[in-house]
């Protein structure tokens, strides 16, 4: 099978003990429990060998599971060199903060006045730069909490809640515009309809017209 050729071109790039180990998409032709067994054992030998490994992928789960460093391109340019949680949690453009993590990043155009960020008349952080210009806030799924928790808030229309143990998936959109997940603590209390939620300051990112980290 495709799979099978797949895994055996890879146990031959690994025999010779090679100084430089490319792979280009090797998990592409694999099914999703085939994929994480072997994106794992690739990691195992990786570590073992200690051979310096090059690993192209466009999926971002692999990216983020298998390497030690990631270089996000965008159309043939580096956008950012860096540890993969470094990478999630700190992103300098747009492009990367969209890139990584599962569910998206949502998105929302924004107006900042004097380092204050306001998505409509929500007030949803604050910058050290005092600019006034327009630009984007991206929040991660689960940088939503109770309202009470802080002072930037956000109202959001939820439509479906999904209980999953200690946590739940909701499916918001904000003024009628596209859905986005969020992903909340079993502590996080919300309902159907309109929420009222407090923003993670440690979640949130602030971004120019251009895309670019403010």
């Given at each position: 099978s495709g799979g099978q050729q797949q895994r055996?071109?890879?146990?031959?790039?690994?025999?010779?003990?090679?100084?430089?180990?490319?792979?280009?998409?090797?998990?592409?032709?694999?099914?999703?429990?085939?994929?994480?067994?072997?994106?794992?054992?690739?990691?195992?030998?990786?570590?073992?060998?200690?051979?310096l490994t090059i690993f192209v992928t466009h999926?971002?789960?692999?990216?983020?599971?298998?390497?030690?460093?990631?270089?996000?391109?965008?159309?043939?340019?580096?956008?950012?060199?860096?540890?993969?949680?470094?990478?999630?949690?700190?992103?300098?453009?747009?492009?990367?903060?969209?890139?990584?993590?599962?569910?998206?990043?949502?998105?929302?155009?924004?107006?900042?006045?004097?380092?204050?960020?306001?998505?409509?008349?929500?007030?949803?952080?604050?910058?050290?730069?005092?600019?006034?210009?327009?630009?984007?806030?991206?929040?991660?799924?689960?940088?939503?909490?109770?309202?009470?928790?802080?002072?930037?808030?956000?109202?959001?229309?939820?439509?479906?809640?999904?209980?999953?143990?200690?946590?739940?998936?909701?499916?918001?959109?904000?003024?009628?515009?596209?859905?986005?997940?969020?992903?909340?603590?079993?502590?996080?209390?919300?309902?159907?309809?309109?929420?009222?939620?407090?923003?993670?300051?440690?979640?949130?990112?602030?971004?120019?017209?251009?895309?670019?980290?403010?």
């Open positions: 055996v071109a890879i146990a031959r790039a690994l025999v010779k003990e090679p100084k430089v180990l490319l792979l280009d998409e090797p998990l592409s032709n694999l099914d999703a429990r085939l994929r994480i067994s072997t994106r794992e054992e690739i990691k195992r030998i990786q570590t073992e060998t200690g051979v999926d971002q789960e692999e990216a983020m599971s298998i390497c030690d460093r990631i270089i996000v391109m965008n159309k043939g340019r580096v956008e950012e060199i860096d540890k993969p949680q470094e990478m999630y949690n700190n992103p300098k453009s747009l492009f990367v903060a969209k890139f990584l993590g599962v569910p998206p990043v949502s998105v929302f155009p924004c107006k900042i006045n004097h380092g204050e960020v306001k998505v409509d008349e929500f007030l949803v952080t604050k910058v050290d730069e005092l600019v006034s210009t327009s630009g984007f806030v991206a929040i991660r799924p689960e940088g939503y909490l109770n309202s009470d928790q802080n002072e930037f808030h956000f109202k959001v229309f939820i439509k479906t809640i999904i209980e999953q143990g200690r946590e739940k998936t909701a499916i918001a959109s904000f003024n009628n515009g596209d859905e986005f997940k969020m992903v909340l603590d079993d502590d996080i209390k919300v309902h159907l309809g309109e929420n009222t939620l407090s923003i993670n300051q440690n979640k949130i990112f602030v971004f120019d017209e251009n895309g670019e980290r403010i």
